[in-house]
């Protein structure tokens, strides 16, 4: 379940640098379209990103409802993710997963089987394999502004499609929706949206000083 949510949150990172989806003659995706350009275009100006978010994951057949919060630092392919009392830090070449339960941190190099990691590496399957179209009929969510966007992907994957909320005033992602083959449902709503704050390459790396007692497992 672990793997899943932070395969998830990778999905959320890589909407916000997403690149320009390919739409049909239909205007409604004409449109779709050039909505994620001009998101597209005022989100890759940020040098950094912070987000807070809301997370739910919901299957009424199986009886789930999970509630939990998190947040994420991202500068270029750099981030690090905290959810569900795990800390996960990538600086692009190496992903520390920090578990504070068990002590233990997992160290993974980035290779081509971690691509929801990456949010650079995704942004060419956005842009080639998804199906973008706006949905006319929502204007509004909890009181704000929005555009939603249906994204489907042209091939399977592990989910059936998304849809994502853009927050019209803003033109910045608001909540995104995963619907998987399971019947699950994937929420995040993000709560706040800072830019171009100062981090340090101390943000991306992992210091085994800070964590004495934890067992360091490198499966590189």
């Known amino acids: ?35 994620l350009d001009e998101v597209t275009q005022k989100t890759k100006a940020y040098k950094s990103i912070k987000m807070e978010f809301n997370y739910q994951m919901e299957n009424a ?55 929801s990691f990456s949010p650079t590496k995704m942004l060419s399957d956005y842009s080639e394999d998804y199906k973008s ?31 994502l909320f853009i927050n019209k005033n803003k033109m910045q992602p608001y909540r995104m929706e995963i619907f998987d083959y399971n019947q699950s449902v994937y929420t995040y709503t993000i709560t706040t949206f800072d830019t171009d704050i100062t981090l340090s390459d101390n943000d991306f790396t992992f210091s085994e000083a800070d964590y004495p007692n934890f067992d360091v497992i490198d499966m590189r």
Request: some cysteine.
């Open 133 to 163: 179209k706006l949905d006319p009929k929502v204007n509004e969510l909890n009181g704000i502004d929005v555009y939603l966007l249906e994204l489907t992907p042209n091939e399977k994957k592990t989910f059936e499609r998304v849809n």
């Open 61 to 115: 057949e199986a009886n789930i409802n999970e509630l939990t919060s998190g947040k994420v630092l991202v500068s270029g392919d750099k981030y690090r993710l905290e959810i569900a009392g795990q800390l996960v830090i990538s600086d692009g070449i190496t992903i520390w997963t920090i578990i504070e339960d068990s002590e233990e941190v997992q160290v993974n190099e980035v290779s081509e089987d971690d691509q």
């Open 1 to 35: 379940m672990m793997k899943k949510i932070l395969a998830v949150c990778s999905l959320i990172i890589s909407m916000l640098l997403i690149s320009s989806i390919p739409g049909s003659a239909q205007s409604n995706n004409t449109k779709a379209t050039e909505i």
